[in-house]
């Protein structure tokens, strides 16, 4: 399965260099390009997109906004924020504006490629000790940090709120499963349930509601 690529991005020399180290991928294309955020809405009324890669830093609608808007429609394209440093409050915006990683511009292309398969799949979130990293530093200004406990998570088991710490924490199915002395395909159905009774995409989303709601603590503890 061809996993289909946008490119959002204001440099037309970095989509140039992104698009040749997708372009020799066997299972991802290239299928549209745009220069800002109002090009970026524009295409996707008309191309079948599975991965948006985002700029956060552009003319007209930045990529938070833009990002925002793909986010609310039905069935959209994951989104990865393409950011030039890896604790910037952008990269914060757009994953609570529903991107599904961030990736810093300068990644090794293999890293770049992994997320993509990654975000694509909602198995994983990219690089989750750097997002946490990033929620460390700007949960203060989280509406919802002095409240550790939220209605939403009176849905969740005992065992799913224990899962659901460990994901915010970083840690991957298989880190969970050591902790918990729990299989990985265990994990991997609590995951799911807890996406499934949150109405949340990915496990990004995982990470911002349980520091929005207190249940992880700036400093990555439950």
């Known amino acids: ?3 289909r690529v946008m490119l ?5 020399l970095l989509r140039t260099g992104f698009r040749m180290v997708l372009a020799a991928q066997p299972d991802m294309e290239v299928v549209a390009e745009a220069g800002d955020g109002v ?29 925002r808007r793909i986010c609310a429609d039905t069935d959209p394209p994951k989104v990865l924020i393409l950011t030039t440093f890896d604790l910037d409050e952008y990269a914060f915006s757009g994953l609570k504006a529903g991107a599904s990683g961030f990736m810093l511009k ?3 292309p293999a890293e770049l490629l992994a997320a993509i398969r990654a975000v694509h799949s909602g198995d994983a979130v990219v690089a989750p000790s750097t997002t946490r990293r990033l929620l460390d530093r700007f949960a203060p200004m989280l509406p919802g940090t002095e409240q550790p406990q939220h209605k939403e998570l009176e849905r969740l088991t005992g ?21 918990l002395v729990l299989s990985e395909a265990t994990v991997k159905t609590h995951v799911g349930r807890i996406l499934t009774k949150l109405g949340l995409r990915d496990r990004v989303q995982v990470v911002v509601l349980a520091y929005e ?8 503890h439950g």
């Open 1 to 3: 399965m061809t996993i």
């Open 8 to 12: 959002v991005d204001d440099q037309v």
């Open 39 to 67: 090009e970026a809405l524009q295409e996707l009324r008309t191309t079948e997109v599975d991965v948006v890669l985002m700029d956060v830093r552009m003319p007209k609608l930045d990529g938070v906004e833009t990002t």
């Open 106 to 108: 300068d990644v090794p």
């Open 159 to 179: 065992r799913e709120r224990e899962v659901m710490v460990l994901v915010a924490q970083g840690l991957s199915n298989g880190e969970i499963a050591a902790r």
């Open 213 to 220: 709601t207190g249940l992880v603590r700036a400093g990555g």
